[in-house]
């Protein structure tokens, strides 16, 4: 079994060697919109004196840099991305440049980064379920946040992605990896960069290593590393004051029935991922 760091040695997630296609993904629409409570974070201002309450943010595992890239170009914040994937790393700063914006990139381990450093926002989506300990990962990004900043996390969901894989594996295994890609392809019909669709059918399907998580879960995480939920996905990122533990463990535990309905019965793809936006308690 390959580890973590071979699988994307020469295959990044989100690869193409068509460096257009990035650029013109990160012009053609904010994809930050797809997290509106992020979105709305990015935004916001301190009350005082009006300056922006996100100024400086730290992305782990940063991949081809959809995100700092978008970052950079829709929100102007002071980036700074790792990742210990080189290529990915080249790419994403390539891209950076091409929009004519800067990050500083680090090639680099979660486990053995050093910063000293703290920053307004810490964020890493799709990242920390693919390492040795998740939990450890989670705590050593949060000790990057200041006082009062923040924390965004996207991780796959326990109920969530269990219909999606066990769909697509299966069928993998009894009808080979090929079919199993095509029919990925036609779970996804908007992907039409096929380095760029192989690079997910990889990452989504025949990955060495992944975990997965709930909020219950994440909600002792977050108490644990001193933080305070704000707001998650899994209510569609409404007021948390609507929603006690219980409420929220039923919406967790609907989404296998959700997440089955739309990969096996309509054929449309959804990966079974969360996220969660915590707050560093001062
Ligand atoms: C699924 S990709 C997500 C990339 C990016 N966040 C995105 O949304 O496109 C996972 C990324 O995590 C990186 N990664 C995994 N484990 C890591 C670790 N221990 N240290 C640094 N990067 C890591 C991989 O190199 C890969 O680029």
Redesign the pocket.
Known sequence: MKT??EF?KDQ???YTDDRDFYVNNILKSNQILEYPDLHQLLLSRCNFFRQPLIKTII??????G??TNSLLHYYQKQLTS????EK?VDIASDISTRLNKFAEYKV????E?QDSKLYDLVV????LH???NCRE?FKKISKYVKPGGYLYV?LYHLYGRKPMLSFLQNYAHWHGESSAYNLFKRMNNTMDNKQHSYSWFR?QVIHPHETQHTLVELSEWIADIGFTLQSTSINKYKPLKYFDKQKLSELEHSLESYSYKKNVEELIFTPGYFTVCAKRNI
């Open positions: 973590v760091k994307y990044p997630f989100n992305e782990f595992g940063c991949g081809t959809w995100l790792i990742d210990f994937t990915a680099a381990d979660i486990f980064y890493s989506m799709g990242v693919h390492t040795k990962a996207g990452d």
